[in-house]
């Protein structure tokens, strides 16, 4: 507490006299992603009446993530159609400059980084950082911050930060400190539960369904690992979720799950094992190609398909695939679908 006191009182002189800000999250923004841009807008908006913009460079495809912002009634923006000359602050949440995962143009420095991820090189440049890369969640962080400005939390932004910090803990089941139970514990009565559930429950499309049996469909198992390649998605966020629900296969201490959207490779990883460093796997896979990162047992990364033909990109899958099968002591050669076709009873 009393380092996230002295943090506050830098983060005041920082919004001091300035009265916009642009609040950068990942592209293909997560719960944790968003519900840290709307907490840094409250402390902006109210430790000093800095109005802000929150903005991001991909899409929000999870019907969950969507459910939440239109429970928020927010406004997200896309950071390549907006003026940025109108700002006179940059802050970025749950992502870093240099990280590969968000659009602010490399250009800009912004001025504020609150993250949970390992401290980027460019990191250590920006005028006001705080990064916890031991906490479960950047949502946390943020929940400190709300108390010791003892700002009240409103139900919807209460709500907003324990979906956060729940979900990237998966229940604090994964890559949490005592910082997370205590924030959640605070939030949990001050929180719409009801609407909880319903965003947990979103609607999705059919082509979900569509995707997810292809997926499943292309999906190897290697050893205790299993591998599934999406191809071209619609919705990036499909790449993360295929991957938890993989690993939840009983005999699996690995996931890969890789697919293309717009002119990137994307690429999740998961695992189970408690001595492993996902994070460390993801930026070994794209080494010198891309740019990978994330926590102990979650983690992605980012390579770039410009210019590449249809029979370059499928190299590039298959040399990624082949690395992560040697990094995790896998034998390729035995390789196995995850599921036999079989005939629907009901047609
Ligand atoms: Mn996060």
């Known amino acids: 507490m009393r380092r996230t006191l002295s943090k506050l009182e830098q983060l005041t002189q920082v919004l001091r006299g300035h009265t916009t800000m642009l609040i950068t999250m990942?592209?293909?923004?997560?719960?944790d992603s968003i519900a840290s841009a709307c907490a840094l807008r409250k402390l902006a908006n109210t430790l000093s009446e800095v109005q802000c913009s929150?903005?991001?460079?991909?899409?929000?495809?999870?019907a969950e993530n969507r459910a939440l912002v239109e429970y928020l009634g927010l406004n997200l923006r896309q950071i390549g159609q907006l003026d940025l000359s109108q700002f006179e602050l940059f802050a970025m949440v749950d992502t870093q400059?240099?990280?590969?995962?968000?659009?602010?143009?490399?250009?800009?420095?912004?001025?504020?980084?609150?993250?949970h991820h390992p401290c980027r090189p460019l990191t250590r440049h920006c005028r006001f950082?705080?990064?916890?890369?031991?906490?479960?969640?950047?949502?946390?962080?943020?929940?400190?911050?709300l108390n010791a400005a003892k700002i009240k939390l409103e139900m919807s932004l209460a709500t907003a930060l324990l979906y956060a910090i729940r979900s990237d803990t998966q229940d604090l089941g994964r890559d949490t400190v005592h910082a997370d139970i205590r924030a959640i514990t605070h939030l949990y009565p001050l929180a719409n539960k009801r609407m909880l559930s319903d965003i947990q429950r979103g609607k999705v499309e059919r082509v979900y369904f569509q995707m997810l049996v292809d997926a499943l469909k292309n999906a190897r198992v290697i050893d205790h690992a299993i591998v599934t390649h999406l191809g071209e998605v619609e919705n990036p966020d499909m790449i993360g979720e295929v991957a938890d629900l993989l690993l939840r296969e009983d005999s699996t201490e690995w996931v890969m799950v890789c697919?293309?959207?717009?002119d990137k490779m994307l690429l999740s990883l998961r695992t189970?094992?408690?001595?492993?460093?996902?994070?460390?796997?993801?930026?070994h896979l794209v080494a010198r190609k891309g740019t990978g990162g994330g926590h102990p047992s979650y983690a992605g990364g980012q390579l770039s398909l410009e210019g590449l033909t249809e029979r370059q990109k499928a190299v590039l899958v298959k040399k990624i695939v082949e690395r992560f099968v040697k990094k995790v002591g896998g034998d390729a050669a035995k390789a196995e679908p995850l599921i036999a076709s079989k005939n629907s009873p009901i047609s």
Not at 26 to 31: A, M
């Open 259 to 262: 697919g293309f959207f717009r």
């Open 26 to 31: 990942q592209d293909n923004p997560d719960p």
């Open 272 to 283: 189970s094992r408690q001595d492993a460093s996902a994070d460390k796997v993801a930026r």
């Open 129 to 145: 950082t705080d990064i916890r890369s031991r906490y479960g969640a950047t949502g946390t962080i943020l929940v400190e911050y």
């Open 54 to 62: 929150i903005a991001h460079g991909g899409t929000v495809g999870r």
């Open 97 to 115: 400059p240099g990280a590969g995962n968000n659009s602010l143009p490399s250009e800009i420095e912004p001025d504020i980084v609150i993250d």
